[in-house]
Each structure stands twice: as structure tokens, then as C-alpha cells.
């Protein structure tokens, strides 16, 4: 069964380093979005994209943050300058044209020292 | 905010039927219901939706109540593997983005 895939599992980084997030969706899947869970809270939106562009952001996703889809496969997440309040588990998920439903990966954990 | 209410917090016995409750007493004519647990830190797992007639797969059953203002989740025969946080959903039918809300949810316990 198709899954999205998510890489790394666990990124450590410094305080004002960039970092990326990658993401593999379901191949045929054209709807990409990024989640984010600080640890003991709620599951938050932060962005969703189709047709290489953004299709709606929250208030969470300022300038720090971009999102790419620079090939056929992937999705990325950029934090350009990390902050400790970004600690947090990161969740890729996707969803096929006409589909209902959002297939969500297993997350990275970024830990911002 | 979530438009969901959920108790925080539920448990059965291995092997019995686990019913979680969802109420959504604002819900809109055209807005799903979803579905989702989360398995300690994994990722969202997809579990079930429905919009008006009750809705049943490989691993659960929906109720919807006939005023769509509630439904309940069903676990027919609980496992260890079951204990998770389970979220309600309900999806915006305007928001072209289809983006989800979760709210705090329902930690289940399945006990030995």
C-alpha cells in the first residue's frame, strides 16, 4: 500500500540555522500539506499547496517558512532561520485530485538547541 | 477552533466493542465527518469519514446520528494496538485547501 514518507526522522539543528524538511506523497497524489505538533499539544496546519503554488497558510507560516516542490516526487518544508519554539514534530501529508482524504506521514522531530 | 467536543479520555477491555463519542452539534448540511488516531507521536492515521448515512470499513464503523449533530466511532473487538488518540473531524466544505482541524481528542486505553 502507497505511503507518504517523510525524511530525516529526527533533525537536530542550532538556533538561526536553515533547515529542510522532505517529504515523499503518494505518487499520484497532487495535493501536499505540512502539519506541525508541538510536543503534548494539537495537531496544527500550516500549509497547503497544489498546482506549485500555496493554496492557503495559517498564521504559524511566516516568511521563516517556504514550501518547494522541486521534482516530480518530493516536498519540502524550509525553516530559514530556526527558532527554539519551532521544536516540533512535522507531519507531510498528501490527497489525490477528487479525493476526501489526507494520507499523513510519519513526521520528523526537529529539535532546535 | 475545532468545531468537535470529544472526552479527553476513554478505556475498554481487549476485545470488547470501544465507542467514541463525537459531538458536532453546529455541523453544516454538507460537512464530513472524520476520523483520525494518532498512535503515540506517529503520524495521523486515517480511520473513517462520513457525511449523512453511517459508513463501515476494515477497521471501523460510523454512526451518525439522524440530525448529523453527533456520531460515534466504533471499535467492534479492541486491541492493545488500538490505544491511540482518536480525533473528530469536521472538514470544511468551503475551504478549497480540504485542511483539517484537530482538536485535543479522545485518549483511548485499551486494557489487557
Known amino acids: 500500500e502507497p505511503e507518504v514518507t517523510q525524511t530525516p526522522s529526527h533533525q537536530v539543528t542550532q538556533m538561526g540555522q536553515e533547515v529542510i524538511l522532505r517529504c515523499v506523497p503518494i505518487?499520484?497524489?497532487?495535493?501536499f500539506y505540512w502539519y506541525r505538533q508541538i510536543l503534548g499539544q494539537k495537531v496544527e496546519f500550516l500549509v497547503s499547496?497544489?498546482?506549485?503554488?500555496?493554496?492557503?497558510k495559517s498564521e504559524i507560516f511566516d516568511d521563516q517558512f517556504s514550501v518547494e516542490r522541486p521534482d516530480g516526487s518530493n516536498f519540502t518544508l524550509k525553516i530559514r532561520s530556526t527558532k527554539l519554539e519551532d521544536s516540533a514534530m512535522y507531519f507531510c501529508a498528501s490527497r489525490r485530485a477528487g479525493g476526501d482524504t489526507q494520507y499523513f506521514g510519519p513526521g520528523t522531530r526537529l529539535t532546535v538547541l | 477552533d475545532a468545531k468537535t467536543t470529544q472526552p479527553p479520555s476513554m478505556d475498554c477491555a481487549e476485545g470488547r466493542a470501544a465507542n467514541l463519542p463525537c459531538n458536532h452539534s453546529?455541523?453544516?448540511?454538507?460537512?464530513?465527518v472524520y476520523w483520525y488516531r494518532q498512535i503515540h507521536s506517529q503520524g495521523p492515521q486515517y480511520i473513517i469519514h462520513g457525511l449523512k448515512n453511517n459508513e463501515t470499513n476494515e477497521m471501523a464503523s460510523l454512526i451518525i446520528t439522524e440530525d448529523r449533530k453527533s456520531s460515534t466511532l466504533i471499535l467492534p473487538h479492541a486491541t492493545l494496538r488500538d490505544t491511540a488518540v482518536y480525533y473528530c473531524?469536521?472538514?470544511?466544505?468551503?475551504?478549497?485547501?480540504?485542511?483539517?482541524?484537530f482538536g485535543s481528542g479522545t485518549r483511548l486505553l485499551v486494557r489487557p
Open positions: 499547496f497544489y498546482n506549485n503554488e500555496i493554496s492557503e
Open positions: 473531524i469536521v472538514r470544511v466544505v468551503m475551504d478549497s485547501s480540504y485542511k483539517l482541524i
Open positions: 453546529t455541523i453544516s448540511g454538507n460537512e464530513y
Open positions: 505518487s499520484n497524489h497532487l495535493y
